[in-house]
């Protein structure tokens, strides 16, 4: 029995979703604490593909609760619709939880979202567009809506019409936009509120009991700790914290309760978005890595958008570790490079001359470094079937323990394909 968090530890989209599939089924308490729908976790297993955006993953195991903790921003909308596509697929969801601490993201969030990044121009961070910054800024500003409002249509009425006052003046006097209607919006959110109240509650109690029982937990992390507010390659970086501090801080569990902190990393590197990104290729090293036409292909699971791809970044790998806390890793996607005959991890970064081995704070500093490579020998065949360490051809292995020394982890587990089974467990972590 322990507590585990899964945190990614590049920029997001590292195969979080099969982890945490295969993990979520041996907890009985999963919470998900961070992020809105701007994350999109892929999970195929017996059931089916999914693609979660807000739901847990444990919500495969009828069994496990699943709470979507006070981390995160919700937009109702969007979860309603998410629970709804469970249901018709057959996936009960009446053991998932709301934390009524949430914040709610409201329409004129996405709006402020699209409005800024246009005002932004080339200076953009290619948001998700899902009102994530504005929705997460609001709630450090203290006007933010929070779950529990929603659910009570005369506090909601209050707190929307003071929020509203503020949002109208900002969309009509900055924007130049046209203001909300104050009784559509009042009207779609109270129904939305009817509608999600049997899923909101005050989850201390469910965590301190899945704690004192000594459950196993799973704390599921979104987006990546490279695109951490604070840690992160800003101001390209999402508006949360994908860490483990936000883990502990987003699901309500003290820090000294976390037992593991597994880090996933693809074998390469990708990111959506604007920012610095030291080893992208491009060309026919970037058709290789980027998979086109194969289910697993680097296209956004949310946006649709092309990833940028590259090397694996041992420097941003082994800054991440440090920084998180992270003693077991999870490798996914081996076999993309299955083909690839010339392996390059990206060790150390230059500029001005001086080598530098950790993420430079500035992004103006951070887009001029130049990778410093170690290339390794690639082992040319396919991997998809294999299941076990020794099964795995030498090179994939020497492959895989120099991402582990450079990061100074132990390998949990490599993932070799998109599939639930398509896993190599090295060092069982729940
Ligand atoms: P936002 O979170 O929509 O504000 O976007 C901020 C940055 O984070 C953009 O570069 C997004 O592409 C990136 N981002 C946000 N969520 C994810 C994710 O789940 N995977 C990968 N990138 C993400």
Known sequence: MAVVAVVGAQWGDEGKGHIVDILAARAQTVIRYGGGNNAGHTVVNRHGTFKLHMVPAGIFEPSTL???GNGTVIDPKHFLGELDGLTARGIAVDNVR???RAHVIMPYHAMQDRFDEELKGDAKIGTTGRGIGPAYADKMARIGIRVADLRDPVLFRE???????IKNRLLTTYYNAEPIDFDTIY?????YGQRLAPYIADVYPDVQHALEANQSILLEGAQGVLLDIDHGTYPFVTSSQPGIAGASQGAGIAPSEIDHVMGVFKAYATRVGSGPFPSEVDGAAADALRQMGKPWAEV???TGRLRRVGWF????ARYATRLNGIDRLAITKLDVLDEVAEIAIC???RHNGQLINHPPSQPEIYAEVEPVYEVMPGWLSPTQHVRTWADLPANAQAYVNRLSELCGAQVSMVSVGPGHDQIIEVLPIL
Do not use: F, H, K, P
């Open 98 to 100: 709301i934390s009524d």
């Open 300 to 302: 956004g699971t949310t």
């Open 313 to 316: 970044d041992a420097v941003a």
């Open 347 to 349: 060790v150390g970064y």
């Open 66 to 68: 699943n709470i979507v």
């Open 187 to 191: 009207r779609e959110y109270v129904a």
């Open 159 to 165: 707190r929307l019409t003071a929020v509203l006052a």
